[in-house]
């Protein structure tokens, strides 16, 4: 995987985190990772991104879970209609419980956003 920061910046951002969202935010980091192992992970905007031809997704914390979300989710396959928006904001999944965390379907929303960004 390509990096144009440091490690240490979306490490020092998952230790940020409350205990409780952790295991959520390590296991998204390596579910996208593994997905598309030549994503480029950066951190813009506050939030661990990943880039490939432009944005592919990122992840996010909120009051009291994770999003992970797509910039161009709106042109995605979901049909498990997973994917929310508010107030005119990517796309993204909510996720509170390991238990929300769906390792193939996230792979596959991962794919075609990196197919979009090449076509």
Known sequence: MRTKTTPNQVDHYLDTLQA????????????IQNAVPHLEETFRWDNPCYFFYGPVCYFASSRNCLHLGFFRGEELDDPAKRLVSRKGGYPHIILRTEEDIDQPYFEDLIRQAVTLNQN
């Open 20 to 31: 409780d969202k952790l295991p959520l935010a390590i296991k998204l980091r390596n579910i």
